[in-house]
């Protein structure tokens, strides 16, 4: 009969990582490009130490070119008030923040009211991807 074989010593694995995909905040996506920008270099550095590809830093500053970084945020429902339509608004000039609803109301006018004293108003022929550009801008302040 021949002789047995030892049998070899196995070593301990280890799972380091389970390969899952990792979810970036919103937040954390624009302070990472943020920092991207510091000087030559700065991406492939930048990308290092926050754990994630040059590819996917590149595509993320992209997208803040673009505007389209912040398209991970959920949208932000408000309360909607409907008055009833009065004399139509003189184009004169500005109107008084504090002028009550009906007198604000005109023919084909939608005013939003974004709280901190903000009120954006337009017509019913408004360009809707100027305003959406426009509400984005006013909402991050």
């Known amino acids: 009969m021949p002789d047995r074989m030892p049998m070899p010593k196995v070593s301990r694995l280890e799972v380091v990582s389970t390969g899952a995909?990792?979810?970036?905040?919103?937040?954390e996506?624009?302070?990472?490009?943020?920092?991207?920008?510091?000087?030559?270099?700065?991406?492939?550095?930048?990308?290092?130490?926050?754990g994630l590809s040059t590819k996917q830093l590149f595509t993320w500053r992209r997208l803040a070119r673009e505007g389209k970084l912040s398209g991970d945020a959920?949208?932000?429902?408000?309360?909607?008030e409907i008055t009833p339509v009065a004399a139509p608004i003189s184009s004169?000039?500005?109107?008084?923040?504090?002028?009550?609803?009906?007198?604000?109301?005109?023919?084909?006018i939608i005013e939003i009211e974004l709280g901190g004293g903000c009120r954006v108003r337009v017509d019913r022929d408004v360009d809707t991807e100027a305003l959406q550009r426009v509400l984005e801008l006013l909402r991050r302040r």
């Open 21 to 27: 995909r990792r979810r970036w905040t919103l937040e």
């Open 29 to 50: 996506k624009q302070r990472i490009v943020t920092e991207s920008y510091g000087g030559p270099r700065v991406v492939s550095v930048t990308a290092r130490r926050n």
């Open 74 to 80: 959920a949208p932000v429902l408000v309360p909607v």
């Open 92 to 108: 004169g000039g500005p109107q008084s923040v504090s002028s009550p609803p009906a007198q604000r109301a005109g023919a084909g």
